[in-house]
């Protein structure tokens, strides 16, 4: 598996010789921790009795693909209501506030074990009806007397019903769910449940079709039903029929981490034992993949799981072979005859029977009788399908000690999670450049049929670890870089030098170009040049060339850029202190400005104004006693009132810049007016800088919707009744075109707009942002600010947006060799033709996610190569051109493009593409494309790749095994499938955050890292290791801590030790914890040292500061955590990761059939 492969060592490059300027970059965050195992411990139980739980959430909506999670449960109701072709709940539901069983008590088939613990109704932990936490076996031998029982069912693909309206039916309807019957038995018509009649009620297993609200029922005659639980996902069942195992986590009262009881709760399963060995005590229920869900063993073929004959899918298919899921070695029993071992990445057969149920068929198997009563409900195991955390550690341990060095073309890097160092042998570090595939298709056919998206993830001017160089800065005098004369691409390492070196081959376009006889040099016996090794450009995959004044503006140099601090002196902005807080941090951040490696001081210059309904200038110049402020109150008709005075340098006017920061909050501090202007505030800085005849950053600081009358006055639109309709893309629109053509003007003049934004309540994110997104700008957004809560995040990440590296009046462009070209773009950038990304600034944190298609067939002897340059103004004002090469493999056979997939990459380009859509197209048809490429993508694999087997097992690819669990993320998120409380501004902001987002950041947004604080060993300088986001994983004795790159969620279990409590809050018990804390107290203790160095480690990572939030079991904040749980259903309707892949299997089936 190329995934895993240690990177190839290139040939020993020579360094670059020494007169290329290296210089010294601050160690920013950015780069994946190392090593974080997978953690050993068990399940959370849900919040305490009689934890009220909410109506029917809002959030439920028929059409939205999925079933609301919170779906209301009540304790008395016996109606039922079905779909008669309801396939049935992969997961129990939540129940809430009913008395536990009598321990020991074994319960009848019917009746849903209840933890004494509810399940509030976010909770998705374990139902009563689950095994202890195990993950699977790569392959586990299958144990005598595990035979496949057939399913009896017919029709499984349901229309949405309505929510179950009572625990009572759930059970019922579970236990109507007959899942191994005999094989005798006929298929009941599609019109009844299953089987006997029982009163059953729809659950979390079911999904809407894509495009349509109802799949067509399969009847016996078209093959198996396509039950996702009996096509091969294994659901939680004793390791052997007969034995029991934990169903329900109690809570133990021991702190720590002790594993529960093997059965707490249940009496022994009811289930005759069955032939066969008996299970080795010590090896608690991991699944075994290919076991199947059983009633009786019945003597039949190993793929076959259901009466009906099965399906003409499973032809021989080539296909490489595939890793199986990760876990505790195989036990030694010998394979049972006809049983193959499951490898594939395939999930084996539905599994065994469920303890605490009444079992089916005491005594011998009665094969032609007609069906008994039915046996228990199923629920897959989420230990056994694939587990992020799991392949996060494997690539740790495989790829995180040695270099990667990018010699070799085609080179699949280690995933973002790893930490790892690179070595620049002539392709581009994966720190610039990561692509969905690094070996595509030969032909435009091939691509179409595997639907993979060909896309490359850019960061041109992304940060370095320290230990890494950064690119060099070559400078070729006058003349210029050396370029390719027909298709204009840069000198790199892929260039052919023939004729003795007089002449190049170009690589992209093939042309033969004259070397400049400045730059002529011989070539040894191989071909090379023989200083090769002396020029980064021919040994290099990314450098930089000094650009000359053909590559300027109006033929001249530019000047320095310049920064304009815009600050809204409104009455919500003095009231709330963020006037005075913004002019007191300004005072000596100003001494920070970005500044070029051994520049003694930064060269951009300041400029300052404040506005409300109308705007005030500031003159500063060095030689005023005090600074002058000069008024425009004509806002229509903007103009900026003095030009010399309004930029200066920092250092020359410092006293009279120290004397206006302290007027400003007491000149404004009686203010009345509540009315802001916005476009005449940009109109104003863009003046400026076309005044100065120079490029700049605006950072506004800015609090309302700018309803005073003015150009760009905006009107109150916000309408949650929108959501779901066809209108919904409305929301996400700006409401009016003025701002597009002023983001056009800003970024001609390489005006960059940051925004800051303080709201209370609707400010039209959608709109006020236009101008920041196509400008290459950063929007933050601070609801609800409060000085004493979110000061410090405000405060970091102004610091960090003034000091950070930025490349001004920027324009990039993408070179591809033949056969392939740039066709789509996706970032924060404006766009005057097909080809030129133009971005007034461009940051260390930006990227610009590009997507290829074929114009012609590629060969795979020379491959596909990408070169990215970038033009920029350096903030010293000095015009560069940044290149990055990157070579690709091309492929003949769809076992080697699977094989070489980065599906972080591909969630990050699907996130952005569906982002997009949303502007244009109704979210439910934004998220069915989705769901509809990502199954055509693995129905491909499993049709052309994957060797042959049953169509009831749902085989993925290897490097792919991950994207149900992500993709299902992406479609939860709150811009596809918002919580009622998300804002129409939030959501516009997420959209417009995550489009410029690099490959890291969107891995931990859209599945958060979790970690168990109370793991974490105090001496070491690791993070402890991380855990899966269900709240399954929880443990009421622990504490822990979540983040997703804008917030980090402290939670506190309501029965962690008062010792830790202590130690964390300096409080003596869990009820005093505050929850309104942002910051944790320092106190001197190993404990609270650790914990805060951890969280300083993951705020280094991250481009923002992160919002920390302390979360307090059972409190009301809880939901909020909850909703980052994303392995378990959303409160909005998101589906379990568990009932997604069932989903994403029955999709791929029909795809298939």
């Known amino acids: 598996m190329s995934v895993n492969q240690q990177a190839h060592t290139g040939p020993p490059y020579g360094q670059p010789q020494p007169g290329y300027h290296g210089y010294q970059q601050p160690a920013y965050g950015g780069q994946p921790l190392p090593g974080v195992p997978q953690s050993q411990y068990g399940a959370y139980n849900g919040p305490m009795p009689g934890y009220q739980q909410p109506g029917p959430p809002q959030g439920y909506f028929p059409s939205l693909g999925f079933p609301a999670k919170g779906s209301p449960v009540s304790l008395n109701s ?18 809430s506030g009913a008395p536990p069983p009598a321990s020991g008590a ?17 909770q998705n932990g374990i139902p009563a009806s689950a095994a202890p936490m195990q993950r699977t076996p790569a392959s586990q031998p299958f144990l005598p007397g595990s035979a ?49 009649p029982t009163s059953v009620a729809p659950v979390s297993g079911s999904f809407s079709a894509t495009g349509s609200g109802l799949y067509t029922p399969y009847t016996a005659s078209q093959g198996p039903p396509p039950t996702s639980v009996s096509q091969g996902l294994p659901l939680a069942q004793p390791p052997f029929p007969g034995q029991p195992v934990s169903t329900q986590r109690l809570p133990t009262q021991v702190p720590g981490f002790a594993p529960p009881p093997s059965s707490t709760g249940v009496g022994p399963s009811s289930y005759p034992p069955t032939t066969g060995a008996p299970r080795p005590p010590t090896m608690p229920g991991p699944p075994l993949p290919g076991q199947t869900v059983a009633g009786p063993p019945m003597p039949q073929p190993n793929h076959v799981s259901s009466p009906p004959p099965p399906s003409t899918m499973s032809g021989p298919h080539p296909g490489p072979p595939m890793s199986g899921l990760h876990g505790p070695p195989p036990p030694t029993h010998p394979p049972q005859p006809g ?26 198997p009665n094969y032609g009788s007609p069906p008994g009563p039915p046996p228990p409900p199923k629920r897959l195991d989420p230990d056994s399908i694939p587990s992020p955390i799991q392949v996060i550690e494997d690539d740790r341990s495989n790829r995180g000690s040695e ?34 595939s690094y070996n595509i298709p030969c032909t435009s056919d091939m691509a179409k049929q595997s639907q993979v998206p060909l896309a490359a993830v850019i960061k041109p001017l992304a940060t370095l670890p320290p230990e890494e160089t950064l690119p060099y800065l070559v400078d070729h005098g006058e003349s210029g870089p050396v370029r390719c004369n027909r298709c204009k691409a840069y000198m790199c390492p892929f260039m052919q030098f023939i004729e003795g070196g007089r002449r190049f081959q170009c690589c992209f376009c093939s042309c033969v170009t004259e070397v400049p006889p400045h730059y002529f040099q011989h070539l040894d016996h191989t071909g090379k040049r023989v200083d090769f090794y002396d020029r980064p450009e021919l040994s290099l995959g990314s450098y930089e060339f000094l650009a000359t004044v053909d590559y300027c503006k109006n033929n001249k140099f530019p000047s320095p850029p310049a920064f304009i601090f815009m600050i809204d002196v409104s009455y919500n902005a003095v009231k709330s202190g963020l006037v005075r807080l913004i002019c007191e941090e300004l005072k000596s951040l100003l001494n920070y400005l970005p500044r070029e490696g051994n520049m003694e001081e930064s060269a951009i210059r300041v400029g300052f104004v404040t506005y409300n309904k109308v705007l005030h200038f500031y003159n500063v110049k060095s030689s005023l006693a005090q600074p002058q402020m000069m008024v425009v109150s004509d806002v229509a008709d903007m103009f900026v009132p003095l030009l010399d005075g309004f930029l200066v340098n920092v250092n020359e006017s410092r006293t009279v810049i120290a004397s206006l920061l302290d007027q400003i909050p007491e000149m404004f501090a009686d203010t009345r007016e509540t009315e802001t202007v916005f476009a005449p505030v940009i109109q104003a800085g863009l003046e400026a800088l076309k005044a100065a005849e120079c490029a700049g950053k605006l950072f506004i600081f800015h609090t309302s919707l700018p309803i005073a009358e003015a150009p760009g006055k905006l009107k109150n639109r916000d309408d949650k009744k929108l959501i779901n309709t066809d209108k919904e893309k409305t929301l996400f629109q700006p409401q009016t075109s003025f701002y597009n053509n002023l983001a056009k003007e800003c970024v001609a003049q390489g005006c960059c707009v940051d925004l800051f934004l303080f709201p209370n309540q609707y400010l039209d994110v959608a709109t006020l942002g236009v101008v920041t997104y196509q400008t290459g700008g950063s929007i933050y957004k601070y609801a609800y600010f409060q000085l004493e809560t979110d000061q410090d995040r405000f405060l970091n990440d102004l610091r960090r947006d003034v000091q950070k590296e930025v490349g001004f009046d920027a324009v990039m462009r993408v070179r591809t060799s033949t056969g392939i070209r740039a066709t789509d773009f996706f970032g924060a950038f404006y766009m005057s033709n097909t080809t030129d990304v133009e971005m007034a600034g461009l940051d260390c944190d930006k990227t610009i996610t590009v997507e290829f298609k074929h114009d012609d067939k590629l060969s795979e002897d020379s491959g596909a190569l990408l070169q990215c340059a970038l033009l920029y103004t350096s903030c010293a004002g000095q015009r560069r051109l940044r290149i990055h090469n990157l070579s690709l493999n091309c492929c003949t056979q769809l076992a080697d493009l699977y094989r070489n997939c980065e599906t972080d990459t591909l969630i990050n380009y699907l996130a952005k593409y569906a982002y997009r859509g949303v502007l244009s197209s109704p979210v439910k048809t934004v998220r069915d494309a989705l769901i509809n490429q990502c ?33 299902n993320c992406v479609l939860k998120s709150d811009v596809l499938q918002p919580a009622p409380e998300v804002t129409t501004d939030d959501r516009a902001y997420i959209r417009q955050l995550v489009t410029s987002m690099d490959v890291a950041e969107t891995n931990v947004f859209f599945y958060p890292r979790l970690l168990p604080l109370t793991k974490a060993d105090v001496d070491s300088d690791s993070l402890p290791p991380a855990i899966r986001n269900s709240e399954e994983r929880l443990s009421k004795g622990d504490i822990y801590l979540l983040e997703n790159g804008l917030n980090i969620f402290v939670w506190v279990g309501v029965n962690v030790q008062q010792g830790l409590i202590q130690n964390l809050f300096g409080v003596s018990s869990f009820g005093q914890i505050s929850s309104a804390l942002s910051t944790l107290p320092v106190l001197e203790n190993p404990f609270s040292k650790k914990v805060r160095s951890v969280i300083n480690m993951l705020q280094m990572q991250r481009s923002r500061y992160m919002k920390l939030i302390i979360v307090k079991q059972e409190d ?3 939901m909020l955590f909850k909703h980052f749980l994303v392995e378990d259903k959303s409160l909005s309707g998101g589906a379990s990761y568990v009932d997604f892949l069932c989903h994403m299997h029955k999709e791929i089936r029909q795809l298939l059939s």
Not at 106 to 122: E, I, K, M, N
Not at 166 to 193: D, E, F, K, W
């Open 935 to 967: 199954a055509q993508i693995l129905a491909c694999y499993r049709k052309n790749c994957a060797s042959p087997s049953s169509a009831g097992q749902l085989i993925l690819p290897e490097c792919m095994k991950l994207l149900p669990v992500y993709l």
């Open 339 to 364: 049983y193959q071992m499951q490898q594939n990445g395939s999930f084996g057969q539905v599994r065994g029977p469920q303890p605490n149920y009444g079992g089916a068929y005491p005594g011998t």
């Open 78 to 95: 016996d109606t039922s209501t079905l779909a008669p072709n309801f396939i049935g709940s992969l997961r129990a539901p939540p129940t």
């Open 148 to 196: 496949p029982t057939p399913v009896s069912q017919t029709s499984t693909l349901q229309q949405y019903g309505p929510p179950p309206a009572s625990v009572q039916q759930l059970s019922n309807h579970m236990a109507g769910m007959t899942i191994g019957s005999p094989a005798a038995s006929a298929p009941p018509p599609a019109g009844l449940g299953y089987g006997p």
């Open 1116 to 1118: 009301k904040l809880e």
């Open 403 to 436: 270099p990667f060095v990018t010699g070799v073309r085609g080179q699949v890097p280690p995933l973002v999670t790893t930490n790892f160092l690179v070595k620049d042998q002539g392709n581009a570090s994966p720190r610039y450049i990561r692509c969905t």
């Open 106 to 122: 074994s319960l009848t088939s019917g009746h849903v074990a209840y933890s004494p613990f509810g399940h509030g109704d976010v």
